[in-house]
């Protein structure tokens, strides 16, 4: 069934999140604190992890300087803010942290290769187990995540929704046009953007990661003229 892994990965974070609630309006102040530096860490971890699979490092460079330039001259994070603005003002939530808890989230799921190998999976052998497990996984991370900043990680399954759900469909009219060299390299440039996002979790520096977008697909572009 094509987006049952999809299906599957909103319903765990949907309770995840629920869960992480929960405990937000229970857990003291330090408690939230350290949890949310653990979790930048780790993003700083799979981040890492994530680049190193780079094959030309100059590829790598390109796309991150190419599309964040492109990202930012767009503006997408102001998109992505008035986006979140205007659902913080609909559902009538006073959560300081809502925005940064819907943005953060939405990074954490979506940009990692579990998330882009899976939905090429999905979308051209109509297999979900990847996606499952990565739900898997999302669903354990939105509890620490909602615990720490609240009620807006549930609402990252929208945007997540839209860009994984996107992903599978474009890979099901695709079929198998995209081979691993591209995969590893629009990978690298993901994992990058988590190492941007781990800094601004941390508060080491404040980093635009969603203006950075883009350069998962000049990451394709560039990887397709020189190395296939």
């Not at 599957?8 to 330090?30: A, D, E």
């Amino acid at each position: 069934m094509l987006f049952l892994g999809t299906i599957i990965n909103i319903l765990t974070v949907v309770v995840g999140s629920l869960i992480g609630l929960f405990f937000h309006s229970k857990l003291p102040g330090r408690i939230v604190k350290i949890t949310f530096q653990g979790i930048g860490l780790f993003t700083l971890y799979i981040g890492i992890v994530m680049t190193m699979k780079t094959q030309e490092i100059l590829i790598l460079i390109f796309s991150i300087v190419i599309g964040a330039s492109l990202g930012e001259w767009i503006d997408l994070d102001c998109y992505l803010n008035r986006f979140s603005n205007w659902i913080k003002t609909k559902i009538k939530t006073n959560n300081e942290n809502f925005t940064e808890g819907l943005i953060t989230s939405f990074l954490l799921f979506c940009i990692g290769s579990m998330t882009i190998l899976g939905a090429f999976e999905e979308g051209t052998q109509g297999k979900s187990d990847l996606l499952i497990a990565k739900s898997v996984m999302d669903g354990f991370s939105s509890i620490a995540l909602a615990s720490a900043l609240g009620i807006g990680v549930l609402f990252s399954i929208l945007p997540l929704m839209i860009f994984q759900g996107g992903l599978t469909f474009i890979a099901f009219l695709l079929g198998n046009l995209m081979p691993e060299a591209v995969i590893n390299e629009m990978s690298a440039a993901g994992g990058l953007m988590l190492i941007g996002l781990g800094f601004s979790i941390l508060e080491i520096k404040k980093i635009k990661v969603i203006n950075m977008l883009p350069s998962l697909v000049v990451a394709i572009i560039l990887a397709y003229i020189f190395l296939t």
